[in-house]
Each structure stands twice: as structure tokens, then as C-alpha cells.
């Protein structure tokens, strides 16, 4: 009996083999469950990673499309102009579902359009400006040349000619509306007063940059002309003495 006893007992050596797979199962099953844990909490990370990388991406194209403008002639006047015609085209959105008259709608779908338009006109001029020195082979550098190009558009060029009319007829229009946005149209009369305000400026910064470059070009031309004139080569003076008598022997 003791003899079946000692048979039926497990050995020592199957107890600790049996203890080392049991631990080994259990040490396997807790880094999986580590590792599990560890993926959840970097997801954060990961989802904050992949949109600093689309914010990073959108802030590339942005500066794609701004630069060319930031860089290039009459920047100021395109960028002002589209910021004034953001808050134009915002004011008569607001005032198309806040009027109390179709007077009063009409006025701000048209300062809508017209917003529009200026915005789109600024972008034109500057893009024709460039390409007529492109084509001219001349560096948008030059004062002289930049001034002499912009004249140039803007005498001979039919969207500049087109949208004169419109510059006009927006400026006069906002005078007037004053008069349809009686009815009723609160945030019609801010995008008014952008438009006379733009009016103004726009036409007041044109003319300051066309008579700086101008000028500018003009002393750069003639600082230029007097660096190439030759300089004539020093000469030592002459001393004109009396002459002496010939001594005979």
C-alpha cells in the first residue's frame, strides 16, 4: 500500500516543472495585459501626434498660398483688403438673417458681393503687376520699374477699367444704404461702414505707394548715375616758374 501511495504522489521535479509553466503562463499573460494597458494609454498621444501633424500640414498649405502674396508687391493692400472684406462679407451675412425688410436684406446680399469683389480685385492687381515684369524680365525690386508697370495696369488694363465702376458704385451704394437699412438691419450698417471706410483707404494707400516707389526710384536712378560717371585722374599742378638767362662761359 505505501508502495501505491509513493506511485500516486507527484515528484518533486514534475511539482517544480508543473509551478515553472504555470508561472511562465502568468508572466506571458501579465506583459500582454502590460502591453494592452500601455497601447490604451499612448492613444492620447497618438491622436494628439496625428493632429499636430494635419494642423502642421494645414499651416504648410496656408503659408503655401500666403507667401507668394506676403512677399510680393502691394502686400499690405492685399492682405488689409482681405481682412476688411472678411469682416464685410461676415456683418452682411449676419444682417441677411437678422433683417426685418427685404430693403434691408437686399442691401446686405449686395455688400456681400461687393466684398467680394474687392477682394478679388486687390489679388488681380498685384498678380497682374508681377506678370508684367515677368514678362519684361524685370525684378519686382525696381521702384521705378514697379511704379512704371503699375501705371501701366492700371491705364491699360480692362478689369482694372471694370472695376473702377465697381469701386465707384460700391462707394456711392454704401452712402446710400444707410437710407434701406432704416428698416431694420443691425449688423448691415457695420458692413456700410467698412465700405466707406475701405473706400477711403483704399484709394488713399494706392496713391501713397505709387508716388513712394516713385520717388524711390528716382534716387535709386540717380544715385546709380552718378556712381558710373568716370572720374577724372588726379593731375599734379603745374608751377609755372620765370625762366633764367642763358649764362655765357
Known sequence: AQAILYQELPRPSEVRAGTASASGALRSAMIYI???CGEVCMLPCRACEALCNLVGS???CVSHFFRPVAEGPLASYVLGTWACMLFATAAGAYGIADSECSEAMQACAIFVGLSVAHAGFAYYLQFQILSGLARKGL???SHAEL??????TLLYDFGVCLYVVIYVGSFAFACYSFLMLSCGAGAGYGAAILLIAYGWLASAYLLAWYFC?????AVMTK????RQVPQQPHQQPVVLGV???MQGP
Do not use: T
Open 213 to 217: 516707389n516713385c520717388c524711390a526710384g
Open 243 to 245: 625762366p633764367m638767362p
Open 147 to 152: 511704379a512704371k508697370e503699375a501705371m501701366h
Open 139 to 141: 525684378h519686382p525690386s
Open 34 to 36: 502590460c502591453k494592452g
Open 58 to 60: 494645414s499651416c504648410r
Open 223 to 226: 544715385s546709380q548715375s552718378r
